[in-house]
């Protein structure tokens, strides 16, 4: 599926130069180089270059080969015996294998300054006409300070005015990318699941509920694209129907198409939206029809029918304690009780199992009785654990910060996290929250676990022992921490782009992942930076979001919309004829937001996001 290029050959041939840390005891600090692109931190003559050099991308090269077939043969043995997420585990394991003590490289191609920065992060404003194919990627190893959660920069009311000026100027970018993907969304695929960015053809892949137009709707609002809006909200009036659709998943079904339109309604007060979500969460509530209470991850909504599918028909963590925000919100709106009562009993029966540690499994089973029990050892911050323990804080933050349990759930897990996943790579000391797996832990971080610098920054700034206690305190530099390994993870690959994970090792701190190098247009990372600096007022992450926007306009775009990219070590690769929904929903959204100063969105107290960047408002005020 993929093969070599030269393309990126030159470029790196001339960061070939390696250098000691001594380099930087003459005391100067790095150049700041301000421009639209972003801050470019240049370094000294003799400062080691922080983009990936062609030897760095050659670590371990001549075992990919061997990785690959054992890789194969591992799948096909365990593949018999395992639920798939272990299997995917094991084979990760001889990935970190090849790339982490085997591997011996120079470390030195990445060197991060430890001279802290005391003088703000200041761009200039983004003139109309910018040529996003003239930008290169700036490389990682900077802005140091952040490693740590720390920053030496002090926040004034002038510093917050200049960067909310040149928020501004990249704001009006963001709104042109959603303009763009919308147009083309109307002309080939209006009310189609989605729109295939390359080929401009449009698929009903979802169940044909017109996912991306329903999953967009509240961008479209927040982004002040009424006359778009009110399109889609005619619609959503005349056109869609779930009568006809069959089986979906339960959990995107939710996030997505729920979670949409409960939002729509609450931005506009359309009780379109609302009629439309009575429709669909009566059907989506059968889900919850199983011995033990816990909703099934596929149900037709058509005859009703649900059952689990794949990992040996379990329940998937992630799927069943990520509901809890829409359906809670049915009742509030709708005053049918039902509708919190089931999934609120979700998080009732796995406070009861839950470990002494608060991390839990990726997942569950019924017995005969009906008792649910976890079935694997596998505990995940990424795919399939993910949304579980973000939906503990959020659920709490929902009801107006009254229902004590979540916050205890929410806390006892985070504390496990700290105690048993919480990592620090080599060289460097970058942060990072790993998984586990039969006790062992692994050395590989997703691009979904990237959304834990927003919520446990959110999680810190709520604490009900005050944002200066010491768990707020632990909490919050973690975020801060866990934020600038998700940067580094964009911003040392050769498009600033992050792949799905990158492995942890004795490889310059971490290495892309040969088995999923892709970027898929996910919105994790900037999530994290949206949430940061609205808390903390700090540009630095607007400037990160904007060197990832950058990032998203040269090698992504198409004709059609945005492509997800094969390998983001490689841009000549052809590109992805794929582009979710939540690109829109979210992605973008938050993207559109970092730069907004001037939203009504209030995350601390009138909102709280649904997974899928839904924002509805918390009960006290709704």
């Not at 009732?348 to 008792?371: A, F, H, S, V, Y």
Request: charged share 25%.
């Amino acid at each position: 599926m993929r093969t070599t290029t030269d393309a990126i050959t030159s470029e790196s041939e001339q960061d070939e130069l390696n250098y000691n840390e001594e380099d930087f005891d003459d005391g100067h600090s790095s150049l700041i180089e301000l421009s639209a692109s972003g801050i470019r931190m240049s370094p000294p003559h003799n400062m080691a270059s922080s983009r990936p050099s062609s030897r760095k991308r050659s670590c371990c090269a001549g075992r990919q080969l061997a990785f690959f077939f054992v890789s194969i043969l591992t799948l096909l043995y365990f593949g018999l015996k395992y639920d798939i997420a272990e299997v995917k585990w094991v084979a990760n394991e001889i990935e970190s294998d090849f790339l982490g003590t085997r591997c011996n490289v120079n470390t030195s191609s990445v060197v991060i300054a430890n001279e802290p920065n005391t003088e703000p992060y200041l761009a200039e404003p983004v003139p109309l006409d910018y040529n996003f194919s003239a930008f290169e990627p700036l490389g990682g190893g900077r802005f140091a300070e952040y490693k740590d959660g720390g920053s030496t920069i002090v926040i004034t009311d002038s510093l917050l005015s200049q960067s909310d000026n040149v928020a501004r100027s990249r704001r009006v970018h963001v709104l042109n990318a959603m303009k763009h993907v919308w147009k083309n969304y109307k002309e080939h695929a209006y009310g189609r699941d989605e729109l295939h960015p390359v080929s401009g053809k449009g698929t009903d892949n979802w169940g044909g509920m017109g996912t991306t137009l329903v999953d967009a709707l509240d961008t479209l609002w927040i982004m002040g694209l009424k006359e778009e809006f009110n399109e889609g909200r005619d619609w959503v009036k005349n056109h869609l129907s779930h009568t006809l659709v069959g089986e979906v998943s339960t959990f995107e079904t939710t996030i997505r198409s729920l979670g949409g339109l409960l939002s729509a309604y609450d931005l506009s007060d359309d009780t379109v939206f609302l009629k439309q979500a009575e429709y669909l969460a009566p059907r989506l509530l059968k889900a919850f029809n199983s011995p033990s209470g816990l909703p099934r991850g596929r149900v037709n909504l058509k005859t009703g029918k649900s059952h689990n599918s794949g990992n040996g028909h379990s329940y998937v963590l992630a799927e069943v304690a990520s509901l809890q925000l829409e359906f809670r919100y049915m009742a509030r709106t709708t005053r049918k009780d039902e509708y919190a009562t089931k999934a609120e009993r979700v998080f009732d029966i796995l406070k009861r199992i839950t470990p002494r540690d608060g991390l839990m499994p990726i997942n569950l089973k019924e017995k005969q009785n009906g008792e649910a029990y976890f079935s694997n050892n596998f505990v995940s911050f990424g795919g399939m654990g993910d949304s579980a323990y973000e939906y503990m804080l959020k659920t709490w933050l929902q009801g107006g910060q009254k229902e004590k349990k979540y916050r205890d759930m929410w806390d006892k897990a985070i504390n496990g996290m700290h105690h048993n996943l919480l990592q620090k790579s080599n060289p460097n000391g970058l942060t990072y929250i790993t998984d586990r797996s039969n006790g062992k832990v692994g050395n590989k971080m997703s691009h979904l676990t990237c959304f834990m610098g927003g919520a446990l920054a959110l999680g810190a700034y709520t604490d009900p022992d005050g944002m200066s206690s010491p768990r707020a305190t632990r909490d919050f530099n973690t975020a801060k921490a866990l934020a600038y390994t998700c940067y580094q993870m964009y911003a040392r690959s050769a498009t600033g782009l992050s792949p799905e994970y990158v492995v942890f090792s004795d490889c310059n701190d971490f290495e892309i992942s040969k088995t999923e190098p892709s970027y898929m247009l996910r919105p994790e990372a900037v999530e994290t930076f949206f949430y940061l600096n609205k808390l903390t007022g700090d540009p630095i992450y607007r400037e990160w979001g904007w060197e990832v926007f950058q990032s998203i306009e040269k090698y992504c775009k198409t004709a059609y919309g945005y492509a997800s990219l094969k390998n983001v070590d490689l841009p000549a690769l052809y590109q992805i004829d794929k582009m979710e929904s939540f690109f829109l929903a979210e992605t973008l959204k938050y993207l559109y937001l970092l730069f907004d100063p001037d939203s009504e969105i209030d995350i601390l107290n009138k909102h709280v996001f649904n997974t899928e960047a839904h924002p509805m408002q918390i009960f006290q005020n709704n």
